[in-house]
């Protein structure tokens, strides 16, 4: 995640009825970001369409692992045995709906074995990242995500992607936006929702997801991207301190930011989460509301200033 910014530089917008698919000829290492981009990508141009190299049978074997062929109809003479025990992922999977949500975080915290609270954290990162797809995306195919985990460092990495709208589309239905990156800071911000210009949001969109996700990674000192239309912005990590600092605007955190990124069709996030720094959640969340209910009440207070003549 790290050092995503090159590949996604790499991506090239030009021709949307194909899809080309390659890599580089010595090495791979594919974040769940980057198979969620490719399979959102595939679904929007018909199989005939998509050229794919043939890659070495290692990184082969994890593309057919994690499901990516199989969703593309993307031709493979490997098999391999269903739920084998070869580390813990979850492979890619397709949302479209409420319910089709609710079965997934219900089925995905036996796949990944973890303990309650790091269960807790991972179920509601994932619930709020695609409860955005549904609700504000306008994506015919839906959220497309996946995740890994990895032994030696104990950590997960979590990838959705999808090619609807895009976040600038949705926040200037209520909010002035400029470019993207302008639209991704306003929807990192707490209380800011492309559904209403009222600060703290409506009772069923608080504008809460994804200020709340990133808050995690932040509190977690781990990586958070964000990627739509021709912005981008990424959480780094930071230096460990006794009680981390949560910034209501993430522009206040240490981060790397860019508004001439190739256009993307929609909207993806990726986050690395080390599962040994994981914070007791309950504690989490109030850390995260109390600078969610300031950074709103700041915002009403300045909103309903008035002028004074004298």
């Not at 974040?31 to 595939?42: D, W, Y």
């Not at 580390?87 to 890619?92: D, E, K, T, V």
């Not at 955190?253 to 996030?269: C, E, I, K, N, Y």
Request: glycine letters at 6%; charged letters at 25%; a neutral charge.
């Amino acid at each position: 995640m790290g050092n995503i910014d090159p590949f996604l530089r790499g991506f090239n917008p030009a021709l949307p009825d194909t899809l080309e698919i390659t890599a580089n000829d010595q090495w791979i290492s594919v974040h769940p970001a980057v198979l969620s981009m490719i399979a959102a990508l595939g679904l929007t141009v018909k199989p005939e369409k998509i050229q794919c190299q043939k890659f070495e049978a290692t990184s082969q074997h994890y593309f057919v692992r994690m499901g990516l062929f199989k969703l593309l109809n993307i031709p493979s003479d490997i098999v391999i045995t269903e739920h084998e025990p070869a580390g813990r992922f979850i492979p890619l999977t397709q949302i479209r709906t409420s319910a089709e949500q609710t079965r997934f975080i219900t089925d995905m915290i036996p796949l990944l074995h973890l303990e309650p609270e790091q269960a807790k954290t991972l179920g509601y990162i994932f619930s709020e990242l695609i409860r955005n797809v549904i609700e504000h995306a306008d994506a015919d195919n839906g959220a497309l995500l996946c995740a890994q985990y990895y032994k030696k460092s104990n950590s997960i990495r979590i990838g959705i992607a999808d090619t609807g709208c895009g976040i600038k589309r949705t926040i200037t239905r209520a909010h002035a936006a400029a470019t993207d990156l302008d639209a991704i800071r306003l929807a990192l911000m707490p209380g800011i929702t492309g559904t209403t210009a009222k600060e703290g949001g409506t009772e069923q969109n608080a504008g809460a997801g994804l200020f709340f996700t990133k808050s995690i990674a932040s509190v977690n000192r781990d990586f958070f991207v964000i990627y739509s239309g021709a912005g981008f912005y990424k959480l780094l990590k930071k230096k460990t301190v006794r009680r981390p600092r949560l910034n209501a605007d993430p522009f206040d955190d240490r981060h790397s930011a860019s508004s001439d990124m190739p256009a993307w069709p929609g909207t993806v996030v990726g986050v690395d989460i080390t599962l040994d720094q994981t914070e007791e959640f309950s504690r989490l969340l109030d850390d995260i509301r109390d600078t969610y209910s300031s950074a709103v009440r700041e915002r009403r207070q300045e909103r309903h200033k008035k002028p004074r003549f004298t």
